[in-house]
């Protein structure tokens, strides 16, 4: 998995179109959302992590607290993005770990929101730029080698 962690004033999408031909279904409410003071992280599933999905979920949920908490964000922003990788896991096997990754943050405490899955979105995002507020991750299932 490749992550990409901004550290924002905000975050907010709205919903453009299908990208894929069976996208996660949503309702009206999410097809617009925003969060203020949020820690927005932008997640690519890769092939590789489709060995273990589980590790990868909790591997995930280790470097998003650690980035948190360094930055002392305590809302998190779950954002799919399939821009920051070539080898891309499979769309049910991807949403099935954000969607993982998206509870168990909620179970950390964390307040979270999490950007539709395989639609096509406009965004804007506000970065704070001090040294920490751009980070990137990239985790792989133990005993894989990093792409
Ligand atoms: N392996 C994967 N990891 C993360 N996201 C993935 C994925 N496979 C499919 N998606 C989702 O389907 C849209 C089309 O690829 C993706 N859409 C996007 O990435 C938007 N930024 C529009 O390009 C994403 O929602």
């Known amino acids: 998995m490749r992550?990409?962690?901004i550290h924002s004033d905000y975050l907010e999408y709205e919903v453009k179109d299908k990208a894929l031909k069976?996208?996660?279904p949503i309702s009206e409410e999410q097809k617009k959302g925003r969060l203020d003071e949020v820690l927005a992280v932008?997640?690519?599933v890769e092939k590789?992590?489709?060995t273990?999905?589980?590790e990868i979920v909790e591997k995930a949920i280790v470097e998003i607290k650690d980035v948190a908490s360094q930055v002392k964000a305590d809302r998190i922003f779950v954002y799919p993005f399939a821009h920051l990788s070539s080898e891309l896991a499979k769309p049910d096997v991807a949403l099935r770990v954000l969607q993982k990754i998206e509870e168990r943050l909620k179970e950390e405490g964390f307040e979270v929101k999490r950007a539709p899955f395989g639609y096509y979105k406009a965004f804007r995002l506000s970065c704070k730029g001090h040294p920490l507020a751009e980070l990137s991750r990239t985790i792989v299932p133990s005993g894989e080698a990093v792409s």
Do not use: A, I, K
Request: glycine residues 0%; without cysteine.
């Open 42 to 44: 932008f997640m690519s």
């Open 22 to 24: 069976n996208p996660e």
């Open 48 to 50: 590789v992590d489709e």
């Open 3 to 5: 992550m990409l962690l």
């Open 52 to 54: 273990n999905p589980d």
